[in-house]
């Protein structure tokens, strides 16, 4: 997600706010801090589903 939201962060940005230039610029500014945070969701996601799969029993 973080990959594909960096070429993907103007056209969305321009899309949305593209008729206001101080808006445009400040959503594209901010999503690009905000693409990292799929990282964190991602480790997330994987240590919820890890301790979840520990606790699971398999007989």
């Known amino acids: ?3 594909s ?3 993907l962060y103007v ?3 321009e899309l949305f706010v593209g008729y206001d ?3 445009y610029r400040l959503t594209v500014h ?3 801090i905000f693409s990292l945070s799929f990282l964190f ?3 997330s ?3 919820s589903s890890f301790f979840t ?3 699971d029993n398999l007989a």
């Open 1 to 3: 997600m973080v990959i």
């Open 5 to 7: 939201s960096y070429p």
């Open 11 to 13: 056209p969305l940005s």
């Open 21 to 23: 230039d101080g808006q």
């Open 30 to 32: 901010i999503f690009k």
């Open 41 to 43: 969701t991602g480790f």
């Open 45 to 47: 996601v994987f240590g």
């Open 53 to 55: 799969a520990l606790n």
